[in-house]
Nanobody
Framework: QVQLVESGGGLVQAGGSLRLSCAASGSIFLINPMGWYRQAPGKQRELVAAITSGGRTNYADSVKGRFTVSRDSAKNTVYLQMNSLKPEDTAVYYC??????????????WGQGTQVTVSS
């Protein structure tokens, strides 16, 4: 089992910044990839950004140039730096990791979610 603890959400005005963190602990072999999803009311959960163990990143078009995903593999922690926030970024943000075991089998885990609210 892998446990995820998220932090860093909150209320911010449009144009502001927030930094989310997600720390993984437990029976970790190799976490690849790590990432962030979000879900706004009435909408489906969507990928925001992800990063592989090799540092390769992937972003949703809507956040490119504004958000930066990074990871500290030694701490099994993933970060999401969110700049130039817009009201449409308002959502619950979820950390997601894929824990790959020694056989190469991966299992996904979700964090509890953290609310990000951007006021206009």
């Amino acid at each position: 089992q892998v446990q995820l603890v998220e932090s860093g959400g909150g209320l911010v005005q449009a144009g502001g910044s927030l930094r989310l963190s997600c720390a993984a602990s437990g029976s970790i072999f190799l976490i690849n990839p790590m990432g962030w999803y979000r879900q706004a009311p009435g909408k489906q959960r969507e990928l925001v950004a992800a990063i592989t163990s090799g540092g390769r990143t992937n972003y949703a078009d809507s956040v490119k140039g504004r958000f930066t995903v990074s990871r500290d593999s030694a701490k099994n922690t993933v970060y999401l730096q969110m700049n130039s926030l817009k009201p449409e970024d308002t959502a619950v943000y979820y950390c997601n990791v894929n824990n790959v075991d020694a056989t190469g089998l991966g299992r996904g885990y979700w964090g509890q979610g953290t609310q990000v609210t951007v006021s206009s």
